[in-house]
């Protein structure tokens, strides 16, 4: 079972600034097979990035994912009102269980 | 458009079995992709409870694995998750998904007497 440590726990930054979020993963990721989500209270999580790196429908390009094997990082090059939420790292490779990190909340400073 | 749509009981009580449905629109649940269920206890993370393949093939979380059946019903093109002998900590919300691409709007289920 490939376990997904996220880092850090919290972030606290300002509209404008750059976010970077990492997602550490146990043991490799089959196929670059990881995701990031967006999840707001009470809101459903919104698929970010898939594939490490593609970008989802409608997602803004200031979202960037990047990484392979067992290390993964998130970047919002310029940070809107909008992006402070908590966001989650899972991977999806070719052995189940589709773990999930435990999230990082990104709060305004 | 894909769109995923839970349902089923908002309250079960202590050492009963959960049932939920998810109701797909605009796919066949026939086709490539896997099928999942994902809760989300109050105030917490995420938690991927388990996965039906195209294959047919399910897939369970080793720590739910004895409680949790997914099926798949292809006349109605839902599928569904049953959790057996429910506790407290079962409360969540409970979230359907089409793979990482499109997710229903969850619903909470609280297990309670």
């Known amino acids: 079972e490939i376990v997904l440590t996220q880092s850090p726990g919290t972030l606290s930054l300002s509209p404008g600034e750059r976010a970077t979020l990492s997602c550490r993963a146990s043991?490799?990721?089959?196929?670059?097979?990881l995701a990031w989500y967006q999840q707001k209270p009470g809101q459903a999580p919104r698929l970010l990035i898939y594939?490490?790196?593609s970008r989802a429908t409608g997602i803004p390009d200031r979202f960037s994912g990047s990484g392979s094997g067992t290390d993964f990082t998130l970047t919002i090059s310029r940070l809107e009102p909008e992006d402070f939420a908590v966001y989650y790292c899972?991977?999806?490779?070719?052995?189940?269980?589709?773990?999930f990190g435990q999230g990082t909340k990104l709060e305004i400073k | 458009q894909v769109r995923l749509q839970e349902s089923g009981p908002g309250l079960v009580k202590p050492s009963e079995t959960l049932s939920l449905t998810c109701t797909v629109s605009?796919?066949?649940?026939?086709?490539?992709?896997?099928w999942g269920w994902i809760r989300q206890p109050p105030g917490k993370g995420l938690e991927w409870i388990g996965s039906?393949?195209?294959?047919?093939?399910?897939y369970y979380n080793p720590s739910l694995k004895s409680r949790v059946t997914i099926s798949v019903d292809t006349t109605k093109n839902q599928f569904s998750l049953k959790l057996s002998s429910v506790t407290a900590a079962d409360t969540a919300v409970y979230y359907c998904?089409?793979?990482?691409?499109?997710w229903g709007q969850g619903t909470l289920v609280t297990v309670s007497s």
């Open positions: 998904a089409r793979a990482v691409m499109y």
């Open positions: 605009g796919y066949s649940i026939s086709s490539v992709y896997y």
């Open positions: 039906i393949h195209h294959s047919g093939r399910t």
């Open positions: 043991q490799s990721v089959s196929s670059s097979y």
């Open positions: 594939d490490a790196s």
């Open positions: 899972q991977q999806y490779g070719s052995s189940p269980p589709y773990s």
